[in-house]
């Protein structure tokens, strides 16, 4: 039986040796303390690190993660979007998407806060009202720039958080719980405020380009045109072809393929499958064609990848 890969468990990507490694060795003094290991860890971690990352394969997770810079650069793909991490910025991840990290800068300061929506269960709050103040519109990549107060403000929610979560006394969850809404109002209020002050952004190349990208990631399982995907937007392949140049100095094409390659690389890394399996998932005629077009985004073939992997 064939075996997909589910995205990666808080409790799993927390408890694993890389990236207790990580965290408690490699990421700075601030990490030396052990993780807590109660049932809370199960649905929630809250981290700071110290790291250089050197590009990660692609992988999903099945929690939310908020992120607040504090200090080097990095840059990320998460979903349709891609952007860059850097000092005073407050980025969302949510859950299944693709997440890529570029190579890092040797400052890279993060702090972490994990959670899932089992976290929220003993709560007053509904579901509903927890997704609109997570919910980000399609249209902007899940991410903005702090100015020196409310980036002072952020932070402290951050690390008396933190400073809960490590130290585990009484009340722990519900006072991390009660941090955790006020910084969901706040980013809800920093993001509305941001997509309002940023009138530019919403020209209609822009937002052409963001549903492009977006109708990709839905859709290029099965669909693998342009033209298809002009169609969808009600633009012709040409139009649609321009803006995206006009974008990223790409062709469109090449968005669609680069979204295969992705998907590809994530079932290499962390699924069961061998890679004739790998090439029927993604609709590939042939293993070989899967091999070609796998290696010129690359530079090796899927089977050496799954060999250096074993």
Same mark, same amino acid.
């Given at each position: 039986?064939?075996?997909?890969?589910?995205?990666?468990?808080?409790?799993?990507?927390?408890?694993?040796?890389?990236?207790?490694?990580?965290?408690?060795?490699?990421?700075?003094?601030?990490?030396?303390?052990?993780?807590?290991?109660?049932?809370?860890?199960?649905?929630?971690?809250?981290?700071?690190?110290?790291?250089?990352?050197?590009?990660?394969?692609?992988?999903?997770?099945?929690?939310?993660?908020?992120?607040?810079?504090?200090?080097?650069?990095?840059?990320?793909?998460?979903?349709?979007?891609?952007?860059?991490?850097?000092?005073?910025?407050?980025?969302?991840?949510?859950?299944?998407?693709?997440?890529?990290?570029?190579?890092?800068?040797? +400052?890279?300061?993060?702090?972490?806060?994990?959670?899932?929506?089992? &976290?929220?269960?003993?709560? /007053? #709050?509904? @579901?509903? =009202?927890?997704?609109?103040?997570?919910?980000?519109?399609?249209?902007?990549?899940?991410?903005?720039?702090?100015?020196?107060?409310?980036?002072?403000?952020?932070?402290?929610?951050?690390?008396?958080?933190?400073?809960?979560?490590?130290?585990?006394?009484?009340?722990?969850?519900?006072?991390?719980?009660?941090?955790?809404?006020?910084?969901?109002?706040?980013?809800?209020?920093?993001?509305?405020?941001?997509?309002?002050?940023?009138?530019?952004?919403?020209?209609?190349?822009?937002?052409?380009?963001?549903?492009?990208?977006?109708?990709?990631?839905?859709?290029?399982? +099965?669909?693998?045109?342009?033209?298809?995907?002009?169609?969808?937007? &009600?633009?012709?392949?040409? /139009? #649609?072809? @321009?803006? =995206?140049?006009?974008?990223?100095?790409?062709?469109?094409?090449?968005?669609?393929?680069?979204?295969?390659?992705?998907?590809?690389?994530?079932?290499?890394?962390?699924?069961?499958?061998?890679?004739?399996?790998?090439?029927?998932?993604?609709?590939?005629?042939?293993?070989?064609?899967?091999?070609?077009?796998?290696?010129?985004?690359?530079?090796?073939?899927?089977?050496?990848?799954?060999?250096?992997?074993?």
């Amino acid at each position: 039986m064939n075996i997909l890969p589910k995205p990666t468990e808080l409790k799993e990507l927390v408890k694993t040796v890389a990236i207790r490694d990580a965290i408690q060795r490699k990421c700075g003094a601030e990490n030396e303390t052990a993780l807590p290991d109660s049932e809370a860890t199960h649905n929630l971690a809250i981290l700071k690190t110290t790291c250089k990352i050197v590009k990660t394969a692609p992988y999903r997770l099945d929690h939310f993660a908020i992120v607040l810079c504090l200090s080097g650069t990095a840059k990320m793909s998460s979903g349709h979007f891609n952007f860059s991490v850097r000092p005073h910025s407050l980025h969302f991840i949510f859950p299944g998407m693709i997440n890529v990290i570029e190579q890092s800068t040797d +400052d890279f300061e993060l702090y972490m806060v994990l959670f899932t929506r089992d &976290f929220f269960a003993d709560m /007053y #709050l509904k @579901e509903a =009202v927890l997704e609109n103040i997570l919910d980000q519109t399609p249209d902007f990549p899940p991410i903005s720039m702090l100015d020196d107060d409310l980036f002072i403000k952020v932070k402290g929610l951050f690390g008396d958080m933190y400073e809960e979560y490590k130290n585990q006394e009484k009340f722990h969850v519900k006072l991390i719980q009660s941090m955790l809404m006020q910084l969901f109002y706040l980013s809800g209020r920093i993001f509305q405020d941001e997509i309002q002050s940023q009138p530019a952004l919403a020209s209609r190349g822009h937002q052409l380009f963001q549903q492009y990208k977006k109708a990709v990631d839905e859709n290029f399982m +099965d669909q693998r045109t342009v033209q298809w995907y002009a169609e969808k937007l &009600f633009v012709s392949a040409g /139009y #649609l072809g @321009e803006v =995206v140049k006009k974008e990223t100095g790409e062709t469109a094409i090449k968005i669609i393929h680069r979204r295969i390659y992705l998907e590809g690389l994530y079932l290499l890394n962390y699924s069961q499958l061998s890679v004739k399996e790998i090439s029927d998932q993604l609709n590939f005629d042939t293993p070989s064609h899967f091999s070609r077009f796998f290696k010129q985004f690359a530079g090796y073939t899927p089977t050496a990848l799954k060999k250096n992997i074993a």
